[in-house]
């Protein structure tokens, strides 16, 4: 690493690179605010303080912003479930832990764009197809559980696919009442949601 | 067939007290299937197959149909929290027991409407308003949970108001996905969801 690694970095107002990445921000905050379909293009100019035509000049489009929003969830989700899929030398529970627990930081790591994600009900093609790449990862961690559950690691008395369900519902609310401001670390908050899951609320 | 009582019901088309009922079921279900805020009276009078005026007849606007909805769903929450709440021969555990699985039922009971509540965001004064008796409801349950861990009951290694949110998140993710028609019977749901959150996941 040389000294000029270490250098704060300059501020690149202007640079195309760093507006669409603010442009994108705002758009995600925007969309999470006021709905995506109630929202306009018009509507993020001015929140940004930009013309229409200036707006356009960095994206072409308003599905466009959607699209990038939702392949940064995606994305981020499916390195989870692929990383915990990869631990072929671990355990099925030992995978599945690491897949809760990925799934947790991530959500909150990404926080705007998986809220976004998880608000989408299809009303798009770009919606249906995140719905059906959700599906995918859903049935992943589904499948996760099931070989937790036939390698006796945890309980057989309910479906592998509710327990699915159960645990990446609790997983989702994080993003209803989780702020990156809050007071509880994400540590913290994914430590207790695994302990919860796995362990159980009952006092020892 | 003779007998009056096998005959189908006469439709009652007219008659304000199933129309009112039926007006609200539809404005709920339009809500939630492309927003409130996206939702004109035009829209429900074109569902319903009555002109607007028709529709102006059976109810006074589009906010009285979210007010009657939230009232709904935060009225039998508030019962759910009351009943666990005045148990007082119980264990606190067993009050909070009761308010889950009271919680689980209710959402699923009446899900639309619960649904609708869990989207709320705040954006007009009846909003507002129920989300402030949504706090109030979800202090009741985290002053439950307080009094569990307090009793001994439960695990006092993860703060109650985080256990809380946790627990009441996954409650609420069955909004998520729970239909009426599915497969696994909302007893099932209750039962598979009360024991994952009080005894965890992990084989016994």
């Known amino acids: 690493m040389t000294s000029e690694a270490a250098q704060p970095a300059p501020r690149r107002r202007g640079r195309p ?14 969309f999470n605010l006021q709905g995506y379909d109630a929202t306009s293009m ?4 001015a929140r940004l303080g930009f013309t229409k035509s200036a707006l ?15 392949d940064e969830a995606l994305d981020s989700l499916a390195t989870v479930v692929a990383a915990a899929r990869s631990e072929t030398d ?3 529970i030992e995978r599945l832990r690491h897949a809760v627990r990925g799934s947790v930081d991530t959500l909150i790591e990404h926080l705007p764009a998986v809220t976004l994600l998880l608000r989408v009900r299809g009303n798009s093609p770009a919606e249906l197809a995140a719905l059906a790449r959700r599906r995918e990862l859903d049935a ?4 996760l559980v099931a070989q937790a559950a036939a390698e006796g690691g945890i309980r057989t008395d309910i479906p592998p696919d509710l ?10 609310s994080l993003s209803e009442w989780v702020r990156p401001s809050g007071r509880t670390s994400p540590e913290a908050i994914a430590e207790a949601l695994t302990a919860i899951a796995f362990e159980g609320l009952l006092a020892p």
């Open 90 to 92: 671990a355990t099925a």
């Open 56 to 70: 356009y000049h960095h994206v072409p489009s308003k599905e466009h912003l959607l699209q990038q929003a939702l």
């Open 17 to 30: 690179g760093n507006d669409q990445a603010t442009v994108l921000r705002e758009a995600i905050e925007l």
């Open 42 to 45: 018009g509507d993020l100019a």
């Open 163 to 172: 327990i699915s369900r159960l645990l990446f519902g609790m997983v989702n």
């Open 140 to 143: 992943a961690l589904a499948e």
